[in-house]
């Protein structure tokens, strides 16, 4: 394990920061700024990675937690996008096959809905063909009989049949640490809760920044010879910071998923369908839940805190309780939620829903390099790209000459598996050592999923702690990982990023937050005012998780 993303090491891990000039600093540690450190890191470059926050604490642990080609990009004629994250699937599948898992996708058509048989049959015939898919993944047009067999829920009087076809399932979060720490495995650096509050510049071009320690409010410079602003939703902040006047900028749009109980939404299979007002929404079963979603609205507020609001929650349940009308959803249903923006580069005149989903790079006066725009399922290659640019800088400047791209081909970690199948082989073997202690098959495919085979050190340490509830000594066991191993500070970094417990085990953060918050208290040395005030701002979050109480 690399003790260069444990918690307990940041004082090292500042100090290599102070005292290094990187070929290349990053400032964003969402996925597109992982995927940047992965892919010059690996190609021979010297990185750091700084994010004010925790790692993954924006858009990427906010997305519908698909790896998709984006079928619906098809309506807009955006051949390009589904050609390109299309084919990236089946690649971060090789990469990650515990993490990035097949996931088969039912597109029902409904009497007068948006999409007919030939149109739906037509859309996703080239769909399979600018993505490249190969085999059982290709699509397959159902009869309403098939249909109903796959999922009994959907309304037979209005069915006429279905698409079926293959998309990925993932966590973006845990997707996100992976890359991260696989980049740390080729000497890269990064610190969560490190804001670069200016730049500092040397003949007017950019190299490097002014950093603070938001746990300890410690300033220091890091400097480099490039410098990446993967800010995600925050990009303009730090290009106004660099240069005041900027032609392009962000255009957010909100995206919102709620999670039920599976008893509530029994669904069979995961499904992509219609709602009345054009748009496309997702149903999809994980473990002993199911999450819907999502919205796209324009978004001006707090970018720091982004809230469900009733009108969303009534949205998303009224949709799919016209799909399916015996479910019969209600705001009390809802177990837990979450929200979060997409940084779109805005175009005037187009709604949230017409504005692509491509990146950008933009470069400012200073040298500063910018990136925006672009998709979870996308990341490798918008890394690719601006990697790409910063080797021609070097290049130009005749000072370095870097290798190409290599991360179609660097298994990610945890994740060294010959296929899918082994996954399963896996996960059953996972199954069998957990089983005496009470857990189920969907607690091993949890685990597997998450940390793949690092999930043998989470095993290990679980069978030597003596607490009496095994859910217990289960979340004592990760946390001690995600502390050593995954930055881990604070209780959210662990409950939502690390684990996914917020969302798809809210109950069960009820029997382990204070023994989860008394390791905390022993890892950190907190006082009991810290104690009480995180358990305080804990029962705040998953209050809200389903209570909504603004329109």
Wanted: glycine content about 6%; proline content about 3%.
């Amino acid at each position: 394990m690399n003790n260069n993303f444990s918690s307990l090491n940041r004082n090292q891990i500042t100090e290599q920061l102070k005292t290094t000039e990187f070929d290349l600093l990053i400032i964003g540690g969402g996925i597109t700024g992982a995927g940047i450190a992965l892919d010059a890191a690996s190609r021979g470059m010297s990185v750091a990675l700084v994010e004010k926050n925790d790692f993954a604490s924006g858009t990427s642990s906010k997305s519908t937690k698909l790896i998709h080609g984006g079928l619906r990009y098809l309506k807009q004629f955006d051949f390009w996008l589904v050609k390109e994250v299309g084919a990236e699937r089946a690649i971060v599948h090789k990469l990650a096959p515990h993490l990035v898992v097949p996931e088969k996708m039912l597109l029902p058509i409904i009497e007068n809905g948006t999409y007919g048989k030939w149109l739906t049959s037509i859309g996703l015939k080239i769909y399979d063909v600018l993505a490249k898919v190969k085999g059982d993944d290709k699509r397959r047009m159902l009869n309403k009989a098939e249909t109903l067999a796959l999922e009994p829920l959907l309304p037979e009087s209005i069915l006429e049949g279905a698409g079926y076809y293959a998309e990925y399932r993932t966590d973006d979060a845990r997707l996100t640490i992976e890359v991260l720490k696989t980049a740390l495995n080729y000497r890269a650096l990064a610190l969560n809760y490190c804001k670069a509050t200016k730049f500092i510049y040397h003949n007017n071009y950019v190299c490097g920044i002014e950093a603070q320690d938001k746990l300890t409010n410690n300033t220091f410079n890091i400097n480099a010879k490039y410098v990446v602003n993967a800010a995600g939703p925050w990009v303009d902040d730090l290009r106004l910071k660099d240069e005041p006047k900027t032609s392009k900028h962000l255009h957010l749009t909100k995206g919102v998923h709620l999670v039920f109980n599976q008893e509530k939404l029994p669904i069979k299979q995961a499904l992509y369908f219609d709602v009345p007002d054009g748009r496309m929404m997702f149903a999809i079963p994980r473990g002993n839940y199911t999450y819907i979603g999502t919205t796209d609205t324009n978004y001006q507020l707090n970018k720091e805190s982004i809230e469900v609001t009733t009108t969303d929650a009534l949205y998303l349940i009224s949709a799919v309780n016209q799909m399916f009308p015996s479910i019969n959803l209600g705001l009390e249903d809802v177990k837990s939620s979450w929200a979060g923006v997409r940084p779109l580069i805005h175009v005037e005149g187009k709604s949230a829903e017409e504005l692509s989903r491509k990146d950008e790079l933009f470069v400012s006066d200073s040298g500063l390099i910018s990136i925006a725009g672009g998709k979870l399922t996308g990341y490798r290659k918008m890394a690719e790209r601006t990697t790409d640019l910063v080797c021609k800088k070097y290049k130009h400047r005749l000072e370095k000459i870097f290798n190409p791209v290599q991360t179609e081909n660097i298994n990610l970690t945890g994740g060294i598996f010959k296929n899918y199948n082994a996954v399963l082989t896996y996960q059953n073997h996972v199954y069998f050592a957990i089983k005496a202690f009470g857990f189920s098959k969907v607690d091993a495919s949890y685990l597997v999923n998450n940390y793949g085979k690092q999930t043998e050190v989470i095993l290990t340490h679980f069978k030597s702690l003596n607490h009496q509830n095994p859910i217990v000594n289960l979340a004592l066991a990760e946390l001690d990982f995600c502390i050593k191993n995954e930055m881990v500070v604070k209780p959210l970094d662990f409950f939502i990023r690390r684990t996914g417990r917020l969302y798809f085990d809210i109950q069960n953060i009820e029997i382990i937050k204070i023994p989860v918050l008394d390791a905390f208290a022993q890892y950190f040395n907190w006082d009991k005012s810290v104690m009480k005030s995180e358990l305080e701002f804990i029962n705040t979050q998953v209050f809200k998780a389903s209570h909504f109480d603004s329109l």
